[in-house]
Each structure stands twice: as C-alpha cells, then as structure tokens.
C-alpha cells in the first residue's frame, strides 16, 4: 500500500468538502490519502486547533518546516483570487500539488486536466475539454465536449456548461448557472443562477435571465 501525506490549503467549508472527498478516495484504492494538516492565511492564531481530527499547522510560512520532497498539497480554497495567491507562493516554496477527484465523477478518457484539480461528487467531464492548473468542479456538475477552461476556474454546484465553450482564466461560476456556447473572459463573475446566452468580457459581473452585465471595481470570487 502506497500512503501519500497531504496538506490542505484553505480551511473553510471547501476544505472539508475536500476532506470527504479525500475519504470517499481512500474507500476504493488500495493506496491511501493520509491529511496531516491545514495551512491557511491567519491559521498561526489557530495552531494546534483540530478540524476533523486534523491539526492546524498555522500559515504558508509553516511550509518552509515541512519536507515537500514527501508531501502533497491539496489547493482547497473555494475563491479564485485567493486560490492563486496561496498556490504561487506555496510552489516558490517547493509545494508540488495532488489533484483530488472523486470517485463517483466521470471523467472522459479524451479530456486533458491540469494540475491541482479537485472535481467533487457526480460530475461529469466530456470528451475533448482541455481544462487547466488548478481548476475546481464542485458537486453535480456538467461540461460538454470540445470545451476549454482557464486557470484557477471554480465551478459551483449544479451548473450546467454547453459544449463548445470558451472559459478564461480565473474565471467563478456560481450555483445553478447554465452557460450556452459562448467565450467567457478573463476574470468574469458569473453570479448564481445566470442564464449566459452571449460572450462575457474579462472582469464583470454577470447575472440575471438572459444575462447582463455589471463593472466589478474589485474582484473577490
């Protein structure tokens, strides 16, 4: 049996998600997924304090103190902006990254995946998507063939993506949306429960049915 140590980032709602996920893996494979700990920003005031059993090891700094030649990093960190954040100055410190995909997802055999992917329960990846670093699928989620996706994606539960679709990078998507074919940019929002029927251009807001768009002064998701 092959155990492989991991460190979540993040240590919100979506790190535990993550860690049910990493559970349901470990359930059926023989070789094991073994957490030894959280790293997060402002996670030095909680040290010591444990989330499922499982110990806070403070902030990114506390990576310099752990041998990354052994461990992994899992980027469970639910907003883009501080996803990538955290990523970059992890991998400067030496971070190599596991990607986590759960076991009831289908994933086409004919669908290239980045690094440092999570894809949680029930979601389904069609053949010919090119999708890349560090791109998370939340719960029910499903993309149609022939689409590309960015960096730093984050995909709600329960969205539905045509196929055909352009996604750019750091690009969030909120619960319920439906994207037809179309070119979403660069840093676009696309709010709960939209109706994209036409290309969003980098850094707005969408929402609505059809969708309209709104300036965003300050990217958050």
Not at 69 to 75: D, S
Not at 91 to 119: N, R, V
């Amino acid at each position: 049996m092959n155990i492989k140590k991991i460190i979540l980032l993040g240590g919100g709602g979506f790190a535990r998600e993550v860690l049910e996920t990493i559970d349901e893996i470990n359930k059926h494979t023989e070789d094991t997924l073994l957490p030894i700990g959280f790293i997060y920003d402002g996670g030095d005031k909680e040290k010591g304090k444990l989330i499922h059993d499982i110990p806070v090891l403070g902030n990114l700094t506390n990576l310099k103190q752990v041998d990354l030649n052994n461990v992994f990093l899992v980027a469970s960190i639910g907003r883009t902006v501080w996803r990538r954040k955290m990523v970059e100055t992890a991998t400067k410190i030496g971070g190599q990254f596991l990607s986590i995909i759960h076991p009831s997802a289908h994933i086409s055999k004919w669908a290239k995946i980045g690094e440092g992917a999570i894809i949680q329960r029930h979601c389904a990846v069609m053949p010919e998507m090119k999708i890349g670093d560090f791109f998370i699928s939340n719960s029910l989620v499903s993309i149609g063939h022939d689409t590309i996706i960015g960096d730093f994606v984050h995909i709600n539960p329960t969205v539905n993506i045509a196929g055909g679709s352009i996604i750019g990078n750091d690009v969030f998507i909120g619960v319920k949306a439906t994207i037809l074919p179309v070119k979403i940019g660069d840093g676009a929002v696309i709010g709960a429960c939209t109706l994209v029927t036409k290309d969003v251009p980098p850094n707005v807001i969408a929402k609505g049915i059809p969708a309209k768009y709104f300036k965003m002064d300050e990217k958050s998701y």
